[in-house]
Nanobody, 119 residues
Framework: QVQLVESGGGLVQPGGSLRLSCAAS????????MGWYRQAPGKQRDFVAG???????TYVDSVKGRFTISRDNAKNMVYLQMNNLKPEDTAVYYC?????????????WGQGTQVTVSS
């Protein structure tokens, strides 16, 4: 069984920074993709950023130039560095991944971490 666990959320003032981390654990044989989504209250879950192995990262337009996604393949980790945060970035941030274990391949989600941008 594969699990994704996020950390690093919190309360930050507008213009501030946060770094989210997501750790994939279990009997992992390959990670094809890892990324981040977010869901604000009363809204749908939306794509933020993602990295497919061997390709360049992709971002939603609203975070380009402010957020940076990166992976540490040796540690099965993905990070989201968020700079110049705005109140509209407030949401629960979810890590997701397309991952193979020893027995199967599947799409997995973390439990989410709250990011609140407010003065």
């Amino acid at each position: 069984q594969v699990q994704l666990v996020e950390s690093g959320g919190g309360l930050v003032q507008p213009g501030g920074s946060l770094r989210l981390s997501c750790a994939a654990s279990g009997r992992i044989s390959n990670i094809y993709y890892m990324g981040w989504y977010r869901q604000a209250p009363g809204k749908q879950r939306d794509f933020v950023a993602g990295i497919t192995t061997g390709t360049d990262p992709t971002y939603v337009d609203s975070v380009k130039g402010r957020f940076t996604i990166s992976r540490d393949n040796a540690k099965n980790m993905v990070y989201l560095q968020m700079n110049n945060l705005k109140p509209e970035d407030t949401a629960v941030y979810y890590c997701d991944g397309e991952i193979s274990s020893l027995t199967s391949r599947g799409h997995y989600w973390g439990q989410g971490t709250q990011v609140t941008v407010s003065s």
